[in-house]
Each structure stands twice: as C-alpha cells, then as structure tokens.
C-alpha cells in the first residue's frame, strides 16, 4: 500500500487512533464480509446494499432501476461474485456515481465487474481519484446520466459534493440521493450540511446556500440518505430549504 492516504489525511477525515490501516478484497472475503441487498420499502424500483459485519461507517449504495438501464449510486467498499450475481439479476448496471471522494474506494472495482461500466466524477474533484481508469467521465454542474437519472454538483463537503436526482422517484414525483451532501440527521425531519461530520466542522452559509440553489430547479418528495432507512418520506425540497434557514440561524 501507498505509504499515506489522501483522503484520510485530509481534516475532513481522520487517522484512526491505532494507526493507519489497509486491507483488501480477499482479506475481506477471509474475514467474512458479505453484502445484502434488499428493496427499499417505499419505492418499486430502488435497492440498497450494504456490507455485513459492518464495514467502516457502515453506509449503503443505493441501486436506481430504470428503463434506460440501472445506476449505482455511492458505491461501497466490498464486492464478490455472489454480489455481482444479484446485481446482473436486477438487470446489470450502466452507470456508476458517488456523492463525495470518501466513497471513491472501489469504484474501479465494480465498473470492471459490470463490463466498465461508466463512472462519473465531478471535475472539480479529481484530484482525490487515487486510481484512473478509462471508465471515468468527468461533468461539471449538471448531467443527466441516464433518461431521468441526473447528477447535480451542489458543493459542500467537497468542491464537487453532488446528489442524484431521480425523476420518477416516489411514485413520479421525485426523489434526491444525497449521501453527505445533503445528510439526513436522525430527527428525519430535517437535513444538515458539513465540511466534516466525525471533525464537526460546519460549513459557512454562503456554501449551504449554493446547495440549496443547485437542488432547486428539481422537484424530488424524497430524500434517501447513505444509511437503511435514513430518509425523508415527504416534502423534501421543503426539509431542505427548512434545514438550511435553521442552519444558517445558528451559525451566523
């Protein structure tokens, strides 16, 4: 392995206190790990998968199915055969993103699982790729990937933080990825926005604002965050211009 890690020694992130660690897919495998997938209750066509024992901070990916094809949003770490199986009987994937480089991992991985499958990165974010590959594409501000499947750089956490807006998400009526660009706090209610969540360094208000901007010109009713059953059922533009006004109150 590298002798650091960018992204770990970025203040977004952190060393852990034993020092840094590394390991790989087949020592994952050895120890046990496994992924689950399950359908996501409220929607017909969206699934989450995750690693069990957990992993890390333990989040999901979240699998759109499309008529125009599936995409993966926020990739995991952990990926074997029996995944790869389950995934081509949902009907394969054409498309990979993530919300942010702290779920870059093993984005490789997978597109080389699913015949390279396209991998799309913002631009202003490139610099965290730590292993370039031909599947990477790289957009600026907007881009829909798929027919109804848009990435939307919003800023943030990170210059290029994004989300996924799926248009026909919650019954046609729209529905928001987010990961830690917009992150869905335990009263679901609300949204929240940081520079680093586990170094509590908040955002200023101006960044909050140009996120609250980027979503906007998007209906979505839902809000599905990097974590099972950590989402907004209803009224989601409305719990994010709610969470940023509440948001900027206490930090001005």
Request: proline share 5%; hydrophobic share 35%.
């Amino acid at each position: 392995p590298p002798e650091r890690c960018l992204i770990c020694n970025d203040e977004r992130q952190y060393i852990g206190w034993g020092g840094q660690q590394w390991t790989t897919l087949e020592e994952m495998k050895a120890a046990g790990h496994e992924n689950r997938v399950r359908k996501v209750e409220s929607e017909e066509s969206l699934w989450s998968i995750d690693t069990r024992p957990r992993f890390g901070i333990g989040q999901r990916a979240l699998l759109v199915q499309t008529e125009g094809g599936n995409f993966l949003w926020d990739c995991i770490s952990y990926i074997d055969g029996e995944t790869v199986q389950r995934v081509r009987e949902l009907g394969g994937l054409h498309g990979i993103s993530v919300s942010h480089p702290h779920f870059y991992g093993s984005i490789i991985e997978w597109s080389h699982a699913f015949g390279g499958a396209p991998v799309y990165l913002p631009h202003a974010d490139k610099q965290w790729v730590a292993r370039p590959d031909d599947a990477i594409q790289l957009y600026e501000g907007a881009r829909e990937v798929l027919p109804g499947i848009t990435l939307v750089q919003c800023g943030g956490h990170f210059d290029g933080s994004a989300v996924l807006h799926w248009a026909e998400g919650a019954g046609g009526r729209g529905a928001l990825l987010t990961g830690d660009t917009i992150s869905v706090v335990a009263d679901r209610r609300w949204v929240t926005f940081m520079r680093s969540y586990p170094n509590y360094i908040p955002l200023p208000s101006e960044a909050v604002r140009g996120i609250v901007e980027a979503v906007r010109p998007y209906w979505f009713e839902r809000i599905y965050g990097g974590w099972w059953q950590n989402d907004v059922e209803e009224d989601g533009m409305g719990v994010v211009e709610r969470s940023a006004a509440r948001y900027e109150k206490w930090v001005s």
